[in-house]
């Protein structure tokens, strides 16, 4: 991954693996990237995408459609994100379906893109999710490195320590963890934390904060179903409340 001046903007150009078995879809999608300059490597299966993981070329983000044949976005999902932590992944889904969406989200995704794909949407997506792993911290001032009864946040390495033992997060999970322990105690709307860690305008999309909240809860909290540190305010969002 690395930086391309466009006159005054800066675009994230990345090695992008696309996993997508419509042929027209997959070549559309794949010249839609280069031509904002990024290198494509197209599998048009879930076994292919995999091969080309195991292969050691590691690309910078994944694109994923969910109706896949063989081995659906789904399972491919939820191996990726078991062996390579801080992938990225964005998923493609040919509906708007929630059940769909939200299962995605749940195996791993850090974001969706509903078909018939923008190609504008797409790279604002890309780049909103890149950026998650660039090292960006939370807007609002806080101490390099805090401890919260037994996890341990270090703002500047970005590691996380629960009990002493590393926490592996993907990005996403670890900018939504910063921007929520930046202001203990105070509550922060689906809408604010959408638009600080997923960059969206679209506020509707709440289903991204809520499936992320659930799988930061699986590692760091002792008991995901009795949250201490990432706790649900009922009406208004969450709050960072360590005891």
Known sequence: MHLLLRGPIITLVAHVLLIEDDPAVREGMRLALGRNQHQVSAADSGEVGLQLLATGDLPDIVVLDLMLPGINGFEVCRRVRSTYDDLPIIMLTARSDDFDIVAGLEAGADDYVVKPVEPRVLEARISAVLRRG??????????????????????MALTVRRGGTPVSLTP???????????????????EQLLRAVWEHDYLGDSRLVDACVQRLRAKIETDPAKPVYVQTVRGFGYRFGPV
Request: proline share 7%; glycine share 12%.
């Open 172 to 190: 996403t999970e670890l900018k939504l963890l910063l921007e929520l322990s930046s202001s203990p105690g105070q509550v922060l709307s689906r």
């Open 134 to 155: 660039g090292g960006t911290q939370p807007a609002k001032p806080a101490a390099n490195d805090s401890q919260y009864g037994g996890l341990e946040i270090d703002r």
